[in-house]
């Protein structure tokens, strides 16, 4: 089953955005609408060809970014649209409904994002976007970097987009979630806005200096600002 206003979404976002803008192409949002449409595509979506300059700043290396197709269509879907796709939906499943054009502006600014954090015990980066979902809850992109994935039977190394959501602070509020892992050791803040500079962290300094090892570097610099931000999301 077609939803046909998907694709007059993709049309309007690229009206609004001159057709062409950044690092994302046409054949790009095609293969995002086939993902919505045709819920037998099981094989990774690329979404970006190249890594946003401000994780190549970070030491991120220059990976094209995919996305598991069933994660795109629970990132831009709500629950009434994979109905109507004949999507089997579990309790464990959680539809964001974002809708082609948040999902899409989301991934597109990627390099004015807030904030950047590194998980301290994986390959695995916590990105808090400027752009807000329809009910006000900022935008955030869990993304796992050098990691491999099999495309047409090939082997890739590639930069991977988790999911992208916006967050729902009824359950923990993004300042509280941000402290209590800053707080055990367990997430270092790479990039803020808030800082002065460059606006790259002490730890994110280190961590292009590693060369993208493991740091377990406890950052309080910026971070004040930061939370400051924070307090009212």
């Known amino acids: 089953m077609m939803i046909n206003y998907i694709s007059k979404e993709i049309i309007a976002y690229l009206d609004r955005k001159n057709y062409f ?4 192409s046409f054949f790009i949002k095609r293969d995002i609408d086939d993902v919505l449409n045709n819920i037998d595509i099981r094989k990774p979506v690329v979404l970006l060809n190249e890594t946003p300059n401000i994780l190549k700043n970070l030491a ?10 069933s994660h795109v269509r629970k990132n831009i879907l709500s629950v009434d649209d994979a109905k109507k796709l004949g999507l089997s939906i579990s309790n464990r499943d959680h539809f964001h409904g974002l809708g082609i054009y948040t999902y899409l502006s989301a991934l597109d600014s990627i390099d004015s994002s ?14 808090i976007t400027d752009n807000y979902d329809e009910y006000g809850n900022i935008i955030v992109i869990p993304f796992v970097y050098d990691t491999n994935t099999y495309v047409n039977n090939k082997l890739l190394n ?19 979630y941000i402290n209590y892992k800053i707080s055990n050791d367990e997430l270092i803040l790479l990039y803020t806005k808030k800082e002065q500079g460059t606006g790259t962290s002490t ?31």
């Open 21 to 24: 803008f950044d690092n994302l």
């Open 60 to 69: 991120i290396s220059n990976l094209p970014i995919y996305e598991n197709p």
């Open 114 to 127: 807030n904030a950047i954090y590194k998980y301290c015990n994986c390959n695995e980066l916590f990105i």
């Open 158 to 176: 590639i930069n991977r987009i988790k999911s992208i959501y916006g967050y729902d602070n009824n359950n923990i509020r993004l300042y509280d």
């Open 203 to 233: 730890a994110a300094s280190s961590f292009y200096k590693d060369n993208i090892t493991k740091s377990l570097y406890n950052v309080n610099s910026g971070y004040d600002e930061l939370l400051l931000l924070l307090t009212v999301l």
